[in-house]
């Protein structure tokens, strides 16, 4: 029997129907992308010395915004029309559209492909640069949860595929609607963050463990225990400062990007605060320790900036 047929689909009408694909894109991480996107066009404007390009730009900001939150949409859309209903009723995710009855599965799925497609065509909007890299961006976020790659089940690999989607990838990307996306700084920035999103984008995975481990998802506390997992957590959150550092002395960075230094006894504190069944945030539906994830991406845009005016 079909996830499907265990559900009692709701009353069609549309702001039901609105309400519940805005539930399925889980608002909350669209947070992240809007503030790489509006920070990281900024950003390269105010290092070649051209901030009034950022605001003669608008028209391109808010394109580059949109698009990068819609990748974002249609990542999560995705990822929970692959999974299992069940898997959602098992780690304590019966709220969500799926389960409720809200949506199905085919309906998720159909969403998740238009909204990827929107992303796409207003991305080539921009310019071609920009366009091929939410092209790259979505390719990611489709085949971390779709067949045939479903890198997801892949184990230390899935690591790797979101710290590189969400920590290497971004900045050159949004970088691209002003600049090239292969000058040093968004690259030597962008390695940095994909150490450190490797390592804490793994808090999303403590409060499924159940689930996960019942249908055979590898996530890192599964596969290794939460213990080995803290550890991992905290040797990428270690790497990452330390490259940072390495940069300043090498003078590749300047002085002034110390400032993102202020962020790493709060990793330490988070990661040691994480346990086997971490208390959830209402209105966020996972864990205070993955809402710093996202809060603490988003922080380090904001304090490259500064540092970039600093500089």
């Not at 028209?59 to 029309?81: D, F, H, W």
């Not at 080539?124 to 961006?137: A, C, D, E, V």
């Not at 991992?232 to 230094?261: E, H, K, W, Y």
């Amino acid at each position: 029997m079909t996830s499907e047929k265990h559900l009692q689909l709701k009353p069609k009408f549309l702001p039901f129907r609105i309400k519940a694909y805005l539930e399925l894109v889980r608002p909350f991480t669209l947070l992240s992308p809007v503030i790489v996107a509006i920070s990281g066009s900024l950003m390269s404007t105010l290092s070649h010395g051209q901030p009034n390009r950022f605001f003669e730009g608008w028209e391109a900001v808010i394109k580059a915004t949109v698009s990068l939150g819609l990748v974002q949409m249609c990542g999560q859309a995705l990822n929970q029309s692959e999974d299992p209903v069940e898997l959602d009723v098992l780690n304590n995710k019966s709220y969500r559209p799926l389960p409720q009855g809200k949506l199905t599965r085919r309906q998720a799925r159909m969403f998740g492909w238009l909204i990827g497609l929107l992303a796409l065509a207003l991305s080539f909007t921009i310019h071609l640069t920009y366009g091929l890299g939410i092209l790259l961006l979505l390719l990611f976020a489709v085949f971390y949860s779709v067949k045939p790659l479903r890198v997801k089940k892949r184990r230390v690999i899935g690591t790797i595929w979101l710290g590189v989607s969400r920590g290497l990838l971004p900045l050159p990307i949004v970088w691209s609607v002003f600049y090239s996306p292969f000058e040093d700084l968004p690259i030597l920035l962008g390695i940095m963050l994909f150490f450190w999103v490797s390592g804490f984008q793994i808090t999303k995975d403590f409060p499924d463990m159940k689930g996960d481990r019942a249908f055979d998802l590898p996530t890192f506390p599964v596969e290794y225990g939460v213990a080995k997992t803290k550890k991992f957590m905290q040797a990428m959150n270690v790497s990452a400062f330390i490259f940072l550092v390495v940069c300043i002395l090498a003078r590749l960075l300047a002085l002034s990007f110390a400032l993102a230094l202020l962020l790493f006894p709060v990793g330490i504190l988070v990661i040691r605060g994480i346990s086997e069944r971490p208390k959830k945030i209402k209105g966020i539906e996972n864990s205070v320790e993955w809402a710093f994830f996202y809060i603490g991406l988003g922080f380090f845009y904001i304090l490259f900036t500064l540092a970039v005016v600093m500089a």
